[in-house]
């Protein structure tokens, strides 16, 4: 399987905990994004790489999230001390330059 | 900022019925317009898109045509299948990264 992957696919964490999530893109592809989605909505856009650079945050990308993509490959989203607010779907897409993003399947984060 | 509006749902509608799902957007310029599907448990898929104004996006027996003299991109089926049962995502891509509407919910009963 080539396309994009995302681990974990579930995630339940208490209120105060720190999570991390991991993207894999498809593979000759150099741009990274995440997206958050929440019941009854559309993705919102987080953050974007370029290779290992972020380039741009989204408003709603709090100093509680930090996202890296330390060689250009995969990437990871934290979240320190989780609020019940932060339940959500977190979704990774990947492409070629400005060409079609590709998503995966989603990381579901429920936090109690 | 921009901003994408979708009909709401859910729409239901039988096999074999026209569909439907009207999408307008708020923009400045003309920004590339897409729809997406997300399938029960899968994740999003790109179903058409179309990059400039008077274009026709198609896939699938799926169709949308960008409209700018009324800022529209409304997705249209001649003939649903219970296998189209999904929800049906309208975006635009605003500099580098997608701007969606909240999602419309389609159900097809046999």
């Known amino acids: ?112 | 900022g921009n901003s994408v509006t979708q009909m709401e749902g859910p729409v239901t509608l039988s096999e074999e019925a026209f569909l439907t799902i009207n999408c307008t957007y708020t923009a400045t310029g003309y920004p590339s317009l897409f729809w997406y599907v997300q399938y029960p448990g899968e994740g999003l898929q790109l179903l058409l898109k179309a990059t400039k104004a008077d274009d026709k996006g198609s896939n699938k027996g799926f169709e949308a045509t960008y409209r700018k003299e009324t800022t529209s991109f409304h997705l249209e089926k001649g003939s649903v299948q219970v296998s189209d049962s999904a929800v049906y995502f309208c975006a635009l891509r605003e500099g580098n990264k997608l701007v969606f509407g909240a999602g419309t919910i389609l159900r097809v009963k046999s």
């Open chain 1, 1 to 112: 399987d080539t396309g994009v992957s995302q681990d974990p696919r579930h995630k339940i964490t208490k209120r105060g905990q720190n999570v991390t999530f991991r993207c894999d893109p498809i593979s000759e592809h150099n741009r990274l994004y995440w997206y958050r989605q929440t019941l009854g909505q559309g993705p919102e856009f987080l953050t974007y790489f370029q290779n290992e650079a972020q380039l741009e945050k989204s408003r709603l990308l709090s100093d509680r999230f930090s996202a890296e993509r330390p060689k250009g490959s995969f990437s990871t989203l934290e979240i320190q001390r989780t609020e019940q607010g932060d339940s959500a779907m977190y979704l990774c897409a990947s492409s070629l330059d400005r060409d079609e993003q590709f998503f995966g399947p989603g990381t579901r984060l429920t936090v109690l």
